[in-house]
């Protein structure tokens, strides 16, 4: 395996996602769109959670939250193990509002794929799936554990 796989797949994906971002207008700002995504992978989440997450201050994080709370796309709710956290969760808005951004910004990364030949479409499905396998696996804890 090359040393520099990860840090390519990184570059490629990065470069990937800013092609996609300045071809299209997104229904929700792109920072806006990732924390949704956030918030749908957990399920819940607490604010100094999702600040963690993302490196910024916990004061940042729920501006941007109460930005998202304000359009409609989370909701507030008491944690039930602490009263003093509240988890946040996505609405149906925010699912349409990401499932539309990720729409969106794969239409403009389409034609380019067209180009392809199918064997290098293939590839990339095949790429995709193993992707999805590694997150799967650094994200689930009984698998990460091993």
Excluded: K, W
Excluded at 26 to 51: C, H, K, N, W, Y
Excluded at 112 to 127: N, V
Aim: net charge neutral; proline share 5%; glycine share 4%.
């Amino acid at each position: 395996m090359s040393s520099t796989l990860g840090s390519d797949l990184l570059s490629v994906v990065a470069r990937i996602n800013r092609l996609a971002n300045q071809r299209v207008r997104m229904p929700v700002p792109f920072a806006q769109a990732r924390l949704l995504s956030t918030i749908e992978d957990r399920g819940e989440a607490r604010i100094s959670d999702l600040a963690a997450l993302d490196h910024c201050s916990q004061p940042t994080m729920t501006t941007q939250v109460r930005r998202l709370e304000d359009a409609g796309m989370v909701t507030r709710a008491g944690d039930p193990n602490d009263a003093r956290a509240v988890l946040i969760r996505i609405t149906p808005e925010g699912v349409a509002a990401l499932r539309q951004a990720r729409a969106d910004r794969g239409a403009a990364v389409d034609p380019y794929l067209e180009r392809l030949s199918e064997s290098d479409r293939q590839i990339l499905e095949q790429s995709v799936h193993i992707m999805r396998r590694l997150i799967e696996d650094a994200t689930n804890p009984s698998v990460a554990a091993r």
